[in-house]
């Protein structure tokens, strides 16, 4: 009985080897081969599928590292020019991108001088001009007129202009600046931040910029609200 089977399997043809017959043969170990690259070639794929956009998420994006142009509205410039001893409040619309957020818009000011001669202002704020070089790499004035961030240098709140004592004010600690933005009195630790400003067609565009608190130097935090 036993013979006739194994006749029978004869008949139907030659054996075909698995691994588990021949695990050493030159074919099996060529096989076992090819799958471990195989799978080490896509793991690697699937793999940097996924790590391109997580690394491009982590990279600073345009919105983060450049600041973007906002136009003043053209009768705050207009105020601003026929200002001499007053700063102006110039409002603005702020845009800025954050993450894969949509686009943001709020509303912004700064505090805009005039400044007739520039020697005299640049004598006026050692703390931006130390060696007579801008520690900001932006000119400061520019179409005759400096710009100050709204934000105090000390710990971030918004400052105001007082009349009465013809000086920026701080609310919260008492700190307080020239109408050229010298620090004058209190905690804060340097003058007030100039922001970029520039002319584009007859009108001009403001950059956001926001400073590092409490320090000495101007060090850039971010160019978004
Ligand atoms: S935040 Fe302005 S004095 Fe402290």
């Known amino acids: 009985m036993h013979d006739s089977n194994a006749e029978a399997a004869e008949s139907i043809g030659p054996k075909i080897l698995s691994a588990h017959d021949a695990p050493q043969s030159e074919d099996e ?43 003043l509205t053209a009768a705050e410039l207009d105020a601003l020019n026929k200002a001499t001893s007053k700063p102006v409040k110039l409002t603005f619309t702020l845009k800025y991108v954050d993450g894969y957020l949509p686009e943001q818009s709020v509303p912004e000011y700064c505090w805009g001088i005039r400044v007739d001669n520039n020697q005299k202002f640049m004598a006026a704020r050692p703390d931006i001009f130390a060696g007579g070089k801008a520690d900001v790499p932006y000119a400061v004035v520019n179409m005759g007129f400096v710009l100050f961030s709204p934000i105090c240098p000390h710990l971030g709140c918004y400052y105001g202009w007082s009349d009465a004592q013809n000086r920026f004010m701080c609310p919260c600690h008492g700190s307080q600046y020239t109408f050229d933005g010298t620090h004058i009195a209190g905690p804060a630790p340097r003058g007030l931040d100039p922001l970029p400003v520039r002319e584009r067609s007859g009108i001009a565009d403001v950059m956001w910029i926001i400073y ?12 978004q609200a």
């Open 212 to 223: 590092q608190s409490n320090t000495p130097s101007r060090i850039v935090i971010s160019y």
């Open 29 to 71: 170990v060529t096989r076992r081969k090819f799958m471990a690259n195989a799978t080490i070639a896509i793991g690697g794929l699937v793999g940097l599928a996924l790590a391109v956009p997580i690394v491009g998420s982590l990279l600073p994006g345009k919105s983060s590292t450049e600041g973007s142009w906002s136009p």
